[in-house]
């Protein structure tokens, strides 16, 4: 199935092979062994042919139908908000950025939160969508957007639990992790899970 897709997505988007190995710094003929099914990509590949074609990687391999985000429009239209801020023991979406369609079954749910800044570097960029479904606990190793700190305004972190420490972190290793513990715990709200990010073109 991925091959299928993979292909199916260049002729969409007027790709070629070239510009697609081009992208990920690998060779032609191994573009043209994935789309002739000989062989498949690793996972963080996967992930960012998905992202360069705007689709989720479960589309890619065949797990889903559902594009998410394809220029056509199909699903349901999710907000896109630029802050999510905690105060008074509840969370506030913020700032208005319109919407953008996802393929998800209960769109109240959801929102798209527009990504600021490096620290997710290189896999996910400043300006790119975080389709994130509203829940308040998160299992270690999810991606998910915590609002914590001085300025109570969330952040999208790898989440890690420790024993009785949590760690906030960063993809990009130009960034130190934010290590929370004890009353500090108390302090920390999780806005909801990351299910998918894609770049906004």
């Not at 914590?148 to 972190?157: A, F, M, N, V």
């Amino acid at each position: 199935m991925f091959a299928q897709r993979l292909r199916e997505l260049r002729k969409r988007d007027g790709v070629s092979q070239a510009a697609v190995a081009e992208m990920l710094g690998i060779s032609q003929q191994a573009v043209g062994k994935w789309e002739k099914g000989r062989a498949t990509p690793e996972p963080q590949t996967l992930a960012r042919i998905a992202h360069f074609f705007s689709v989720s990687t479960d589309y890619l391999i065949g797990c889903s139908d559902g594009m998410m985000g394809h220029p056509g429009g199909s699903g349901h239209r999710i907000p896109i908000i630029g802050t999510v801020r905690a105060g008074y023991g509840a969370l506030a979406y913020e700032d208005d950025y319109g919407e953008e369609y996802a393929d998800v079954k209960n769109p109240s749910d959801y929102f798209y939160l527009l990504v600021r800044g490096d620290s997710m570097e290189p896999r996910i960029s400043d300006g790119d969508l975080a389709l994130v479904h509203r829940q308040s606990t998160l299992e270690s190793g999810e991606l998910g957007v915590i609002v914590y700190g001085e300025d109570g305004e969330g952040t999208l972190k790898k989440f890690i639990i420790r024993g009785n420490t949590v760690i906030l972190q960063p993809f990009n290793p130009a960034y130190s992790p934010q290590i929370i513990a004890g009353e500090e715990l108390d302090r920390m709200y999780i806005a909801g899970k990351v299910v998918e990010t894609r770049a906004r073109w």
